[in-house]
């Protein structure tokens, strides 16, 4: 396989024109032939350049909408021919076909257009045939053939002709194909899940996800993984579409946190006031509502000021400098939050290490999304759990109702534990968590974690009984034995919100009445593995 090879005829057919002039100058300046289609074409002439049209090589005009232009064999024999097989020179002298030794083309913008909310006959017209078909061409042949696909690679391109006096080698050119069929895979798959949801098919049977690398990172959750941070293109704030304002880079469970929490605060509607969660390997240590942010921060914090410890934290509103002041008292990993004032960035200014990311908006905790897990030999797929409930949905099903404030509790108690790992407890009283159980085997040893945690919180504020004293208690799947239900009144829960669907249902509701609970089922669970 040759390794240098030279640079003398180029065809540059292109949707997103950035670049495209100082590309087509550079390459013109090294005495490389331009062959061009369309728009593109009349772009590099306007900006002074000599462009030979593809329909001048083919003999045929662009047609049927420009639905059909490159697919020609003098397109396909320039790109395909092995420079080092006799047989295909002596084919190419007969028909006259010319070797093309760069292809430089990205793709009708699919998914931009899907993106865009267009209708379905608009997103088909704009599926490339012809882009792929030269693309794949091209990075097949790259022992001869140089492809980009990507305006990144643009100055790539040019640094290695210059060093190469006008060739490109073979490594290089391996990396433009690999780059290249990445992206017709991305292409294709982009065009696939789109129509499996236009014509409602739920489970496709193949089915193709890609990414978008955003950042190498140093290592995965432990130092002898690798491991990289890759974007589907979606345009959901998070921390995928975040601007990090200051801060070392974020590692890969600094990512997975800061998702956890954002995720969790989005579920809080800012119009209805500040909300604050605070996570901890994937799990919120403390979740609160309150008339301030800062006080929303310090509600959220006393829930579990040693797991806060290093967290990530979350708000539903752009942070102020009050509560920046408030959070730098302790080491923190991340702040995200929807914006941040002057005064907040320049507190934070003095800690080098903590990373704060804005998001100009929250997260639709509402909106369909994909959900995917790797098994071993396989992918777990999944809708992402956008389940909500209201007041309207509960059942009472103990002889007492809850009390207005019990209910406003059970519902926020109820959005926390959704993102709670399986088995999942959480307590709450005025609008925050004052105890979460999470992770455990046995439900009811959740329920004694965060009853533990609570009472460990009421010693370190000085507080005569725990919060979870009037508090009331969120299940994410039912209980299966009365037993969990009585250890959340032990630690003074009063009210219980919970799926419900047990065969012992009876058994536990007949509990809770001799407790003098408040039990509401939600008829829906939130499992969270």
């Known amino acids: 396989m040759t390794d240098l090879t030279p640079l003398r005829r180029a065809l540059l057919s292109v949707s997103d024109k950035t670049g495209l002039i100082e590309l087509g100058k550079a390459l013109a300046d090294r005495g490389v032939e331009l062959l061009s289609t369309g728009g593109t074409a009349k772009a590099l002439r306007e900006a002074g350049l000599d462009v030979r049209d593809v329909a001048e090589v083919t003999g ?32 190419m002298e ?17 998914e931009e257009t899907v993106a865009k909310g267009a209708d379905y006959d608009t997103c088909i017209e704009n599926i490339d045939i012809g882009g792929p078909a030269m693309i794949r061409a091209a990075a097949k042949n790259h022992a001869f053939v140089n492809v980009v696909v990507d305006v990144a690679d643009y100055e790539p391109l040019l640094a290695e002709l210059d060093a190469n006096g006008g060739q490109t080698t ?22 696939s899940s789109w129509m499996a949801e236009a014509i409602n098919v ?14 190498t990172l140093r290592y995965g959750e432990n130092p002898h993984q690798s491991a990289a941070f890759y974007t589907d293109g979606s345009n959901r704030p998070g921390v995928a579409t975040a601007m990090q304002l200051q801060g070392k880079e974020l590692s890969y469970n600094n990512i997975n946190d800061t998702d956890a929490a954002f995720e969790l605060v989005s579920e809080f509607d800012p119009a209805q006031g500040p ?70 960035r320049k507190i934070f200014e003095a800690k080098k290490n903590l990373r704060l990311l804005t998001t100009d908006g929250l997260a639709d905790p509402r909106t369909a999304a994909m959900m995917l897990k790797q098994v071993s030999g396989g992918y777990l797929v999944q809708d992402k759990d956008n389940g909500h409930i209201d007041a309207s949905n509960l059942k009472v099903v103990t002889k007492r109702a809850p009390t207005d404030q019990e209910m406003a509790d059970m519902l926020f108690a109820w959005k926390v534990a959704k993102h709670v790992k399986s088995n999942a407890i959480v307590y709450v009283k005025d609008g925050a968590t004052v105890g979460v159980g999470a992770g455990q085997m046995s439900r009811v040893d959740s329920c004694r974690i965060a009853a533990r945690k609570a ?18 208690v ?17 630690a003074g829960a009063t009210a219980v919100i919970h799926p419900g669907g047990s065969m012992r249902d009876d058994e536990v509701i007949a509990a809770a009445d001799e407790a003098g609970l408040a039990v509401v089922l939600t008829g829906m669970r939130h499992f969270r593995h």
């Open 275 to 344: 909300a604050c969660a605070i996570i901890k390997h994937a799990n919120p240590c403390g979740v609160a509502r309150a008339d301030t942010l800062k006080a929303a921060y310090t509600s959220a914090f006393d829930c579990d000021r040693t797991s806060a410890f290093g967290g990530i934290i979350a708000l539903n509103q752009p942070l102020d400098g009050v509560t920046a002041e408030e959070i730098s008292q302790i080491f923190t990993e991340v702040v995200i939050a929807p914006g941040a004032d002057d005064d907040a």
């Open 170 to 191: 073979l490594g290089f050119r391996q990396h433009l194909a690999q780059t290249a069929y990445a992206r017709t895979g991305a292409y294709d798959a982009a065009v």
């Open 94 to 110: 007969t028909h006259g076909i010319g070797v093309i030794d760069l292809l430089v083309v990205n793709l009708y913008p699919f």
């Open 474 to 490: 969120a299940s994410d799947a039912f209980f299966p034995f009365a037993d969990g239900l009585l250890t959340a009144a032990e």
């Open 202 to 215: 739920e489970t496709p049977r193949r089915r193709a996800v890609a990414g978008t690398l955003a950042q």
């Open 455 to 472: 009472q460990d919180m009421a010693e370190t504020l000085g507080l005569p009984t725990p919060l979870t004293r009037g508090s009331v």
């Open 60 to 91: 045929f005009p662009e047609m049927m909408d420009g639905r059909v232009k490159t697919l020609h064999p003098m397109v396909h024999g320039g790109l395909l021919a092995l420079r080092d097989n006799a047989d295909h020179q002596a084919a």
